[in-house]
Nanobody, 126 residues
């Protein structure tokens, strides 16, 4: 089992940047596909980015590709989401999730993930 704790959210002006972190407990972090999801008020949770167990493959939603970067440090049991050129429409609570399997083409399916953090809010002001 793994526990996840996000940090790094906050209030930022449009055009700014934030880096989210997700620290995981446990000794088998490197065996998990990791994903970032977000949920805006009144909307369904949506996928943002995913990263394979060894970090060699990354996945992005079309809406964030080129502006967001997911990475992981297995030695630190941490996954990151660097968010640049932020726009007000990305305001949401951001969640990290862990899946005890390969990512693959189903990386964006939230129901495939086994563990979730509590989320960190991101607010982008115009």
């Amino acid at each position: 089992q793994v526990q996840l704790a996000e940090s790094g959210g906050g209030l930022v002006q449009a055009g700014g940047s934030l880096r989210l972190s997700c620290a995981a407990s446990g000794r088998t972090f490197s065996s998990y596909c990791m994903g970032w999801f977000r949920q805006a008020p009144g909307k369904e949770r949506e996928s943002v980015a995913g990263i394979s167990r060894n970090g060699g493959t990354t996945y992005y939603a079309d809406s964030v590709r080129g502006r967001f970067t997911i990475s992981r440090d297995n030695a630190k049991n941490t996954v990151y989401l660097q968010m640049n050129s932020l726009k007000p429409e990305v305001t949401a609570v951001y969640y990290c999730a862990a899946r005890d399997a390969m990512c693959g083409s189903s990386w964006s399916q939230s129901r495939r993930y086994d563990y979730w953090g509590q989320g960190t809010p991101v607010t982008v002001s115009s």
